[in-house]
């Protein structure tokens, strides 16, 4: 079962522009990470938020974390072709989930050049 | 380091047919986990070893199964597929799989396995 909701489904935005992804989730976590996915390809980690942290930036990824909301969004700045892909948040719930992280349903993000 | 590898890529099976993937973590990774991907459903936690133990499983039925090796390369297995059975599956890497309390594990996942039953 999915942990929870991301939104939008798809983006369309053209290059040069920003984009936001949400997501939400159920349960209490240790951490958040975001993954990319091209074309059914494997997932490739972005970037990992932990529950006491509410702000973590890498190179044009910003992610934010509201553990009281039980959300988080992750910005892309200055998109580029290149970054089209979905867009996956995973949540670790910690403790005795071991190696198992929960995914949203993911955004399809579509640069245009 | 070299990444998490996966074979086949791509396999067709019928149904009533066995399968077996393969994972082959990073060097040093001693937690595998094993997803399945599909439009319908998402991606879907299947179960995790560590150590050559079984330590988490997801809700899949009993026809799903996995082991893993001394050297932490890990497999599953599908008995008896079915035509939903028909998905990516993905295997994940990570040093310890969460198993401290504050873990920031992060897991590395492999191209996958598109597996589809005719």
């Known amino acids: 079962s999915q942990q929870g909701e991301e939104d939008p489904q798809a983006l369309s935005i053209q290059e040069g522009e920003n984009a936001t992804m949400n997501c939400s989730y159920k349960?209490?976590?240790?951490?958040l990470q975001w993954y990319r996915q091209n074309s059914g390809r494997g997932l490739v980690h972005l970037i990992l938020?932990?529950?006491?942290?509410r702000e973590k930036h890498s190179g044009r990824l910003r992610v934010t974390l509201d553990t009281s909301k039980k959300s988080s969004s992750l910005l892309i700045t200055a998109s580029r072709a290149a970054d089209t892909a979905s867009y996956f948040c995973?949540?670790?719930?910690?403790?005795?989930?071991?190696?198992?992280?929960?995914f949203g349903q993911g955004t399809i993000l579509t640069v245009h050049p | 380091k070299a990444g998490v590898t996966q074979t086949p890529r791509y396999l067709i099976k019928t149904r009533g047919q066995q399968v077996t993937l393969s994972c082959s973590p990073i060097s040093g990774h001693r937690s595998v986990s094993w997803y399945q991907q599909t439009p319908g459903q998402g991606l879907q936690f299947l179960f995790e070893y560590f150590s050559e133990t079984q330590r988490n499983k997801g809700n899949f039925p009993g026809r799903f199964s996995g082991r893993q090796f001394s050297n932490s390369r890990s497999e599953m297995n599908v008995s008896t597929l079915e035509l939903g059975d028909s998905a990516l599956y993905l295997c994940a890497s990570s040093l310890l799989g969460g198993q401290s309390p504050q873990s920031t594990d992060t897991q590395y996942f492999g191209p996958g396995t598109r597996l589809t039953v005719l």
């Open positions: 938020i932990r529950s006491n942290e």
């Open positions: 995973a949540t670790d719930a910690g403790g005795t989930s071991y190696g198992k992280l929960t």
């Open positions: 349960t209490s976590i240790n951490n």
